[in-house]
């Protein structure tokens, strides 16, 4: 069989048409401050990509590039002067920061009303405490809805996550199990990893790792999302190997233009969401 390969770009599309019609009646525009430090090429491929989805809904994009030698107090001060900046409804700090600075520092200091990475430990722990209010991060937040694009109730399914990142894996682990699935969460030290991935009737791959998923890890007729970006010498590839799941699952997110564009999308909803919180608490 083949599996259906998931049409993200659609999907992230219809979210933006959405949200640009209930930004256009607002009496002032939206906007999202991001701040990108150094020169990483990938961040900054992905900052121009978050800028044009902003003007493509009728947010206000206000990019801060700072130099790759940029102070933890120099960033401090800028993420201050924009929390308390109230034209400002959304900040993100693009990751990875140079080493000499600390997410784990710099991203708390963000205000939580403007958090819209939902990085911040208030939000974070606010998702541990299924507080439907909180800010969802981007990407478990696309992950879902494109799961759920598929079938609606995933409640009894078994999900397995590879990968335990703060910005990935750990959010999506507490969304599935919030969807009723039975939630396995993998990383490099699981033992035995293609017969626990071969259970997954949800298989999600966040781990950085070209091909690393092969169809021995894949049970058949199951759903595939493919969270990885890797840059090799035989151009962009996946966590999963892509022909291999097409095989054997009943569904896959491709790469590119899979998980990526849902991930902006709800970084656009995750602003407007902000705009309301702040205007309409
Ligand atoms: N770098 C890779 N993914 C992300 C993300 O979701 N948010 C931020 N701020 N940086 C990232």
Redesign the pocket.
């Known amino acids: 069989m083949t599996a259906q390969i998931i049409d993200c770009k659609k999907l992230a599309q219809s979210v933006k048409e959405e949200l640009k019609a209930k930004i256009a009646p607002l009496s002032a525009a939206p906007a999202l401050a991001v701040i990108i430090v150094g020169c990483d090429p990938a961040s900054e491929i992905?900052v121009r990509n978050k800028e044009k989805a902003c003007l493509a809904v009728g947010i206000i994009p206000q990019t801060h590039k700072l130099p790759a030698e940029t102070s933890k107090e120099e960033l401090a001060a800028l993420i201050e002067r924009l929390n308390n900046n109230p034209d400002i409804n959304g900040i993100?700090?693009?990751?990875p920061l140079p080493a000499h600075l600390n997410a784990a520092e710099i991203l708390p200091l963000i205000s939580p009303v403007k958090d819209v990475?939902g990085f911040h430990p208030l939000n974070a722990g606010a998702l541990l405490q299924k507080n439907a209010k909180t800010f969802i991060?981007?990407?478990p937040k696309g992950i879902i809805k494109l799961i759920k694009s598929t079938k609606p109730d995933l409640t009894g399914l078994n999900a397995v996550i590879i990968g335990r990142s703060q910005?990935v894996g750990l959010p999506v682990a507490n969304l599935l199990l919030n969807e009723n699935c039975t939630v396995t969460v993998a990383h490099s030290k699981t033992q035995n990893l293609p017969a626990l991935c071969r259970t997954a009737d949800i298989l999600v791959v966040a781990v950085g790792k070209p091909e690393l998923v092969t169809k021995e890890y894949i049970k058949p007729d199951s759903l595939v999302i493919d969270v990885g970006i890797n840059r090799t010498a035989n151009g962009l590839k996946g966590d999963v190997k892509f022909t291999d799941a097409l095989e054997t699952a009943a569904y896959i997110t491709p790469v590119p233009n899979g998980v990526g564009p849902m991930?902006i999308a709800m970084l656009l909803d995750n602003t407007f969401e902000a705009y309301l919180k702040q205007h309409r608490p």
Not at 92 to 95: E, I, S, T, W
């Open positions: 992905y993100l700090v693009q990751l990475d991060p981007c990407t910005i991930t």
